[in-house]
């Protein structure tokens, strides 16, 4: 018992303790240097530049954390994260094992990221107004793929069928290797 009380004296008198900082380790490559113009698409389905000269300044702002506390993830990163879920629509711990972040970290990411776009939305898309730009539009789209009287596209899909036989067989195999009609909702 004595020794005990020996220790706990040591522990008690005034002898200064430093406090080591914590050191965080993260090898993360960057996205836009590792890999090629055709793989990056791919994965975000934007180019390089669209990315780092388009999107980015529209939210890096806003995705600064102000002090540098624990291990910030940089503006980028975060946009690159939040493109890849929406290009693959994976699950989000995947996202984060990719990246080596928690799934609720990326969940944090792709919410903000999100909700920043959302609110500048209306200052980069929009739809005529005018009767003129609306009939320029239904031009346009007549013109690029014959599309009559369509002044507008929201999305594509592509939705799976079964094999219709025949020669042309094969045309309706998608890049990912399976049978589908590529379908777009328009509107007039």
């Not at 539009?137 to 009559?148: D, G, S």
């Not at 020669?167 to 290797?177: D, I, M, T």
Request: hydrophobic fraction near 40%; charge should be positive; proline fraction near 4%.
């Amino acid at each position: 018992m004595e020794d005990f009380d020996h220790f706990y004296d040591i522990e008690n008198d005034d002898i200064f303790v430093m406090r080591l900082q914590k050191r965080y380790i993260r090898d993360v490559k960057n996205p836009l240097e590792y890999y090629a113009d055709e793989e990056f698409r791919k994965r975000f389905r934007f180019n390089k530049i669209i990315v780092r000269d388009v999107l980015l300044p529209i939210i890096s702002q806003d995705l600064e954390k102000p002090t540098m506390r624990g291990l910030p993830i940089l503006p980028m990163m975060q946009l690159l994260i939040a493109l890849m879920f929406y290009a693959t629509n994976s699950f989000q711990i995947v996202h984060g094992d990719l990246r080596k972040y928690s799934q609720s970290s990326v969940s944090r990411i792709i919410k903000r990221v999100s909700i920043l776009f959302a609110r500048r939305l209306n200052e980069y898309v929009n739809f005529p107004q005018r009767r003129n730009d609306l009939m320029d539009n239904i031009r346009l789209f007549h013109n690029m793929a014959h599309f009559p009287n369509v002044s507008g596209c929201i999305d594509g899909t592509h939705i799976c069928i079964t094999n219709p036989g025949g020669q042309n067989a094969e045309v309706f195999r998608n890049h990912k290797g399976y049978l589908s009609l590529n379908v777009q909702v328009q509107f007039c």
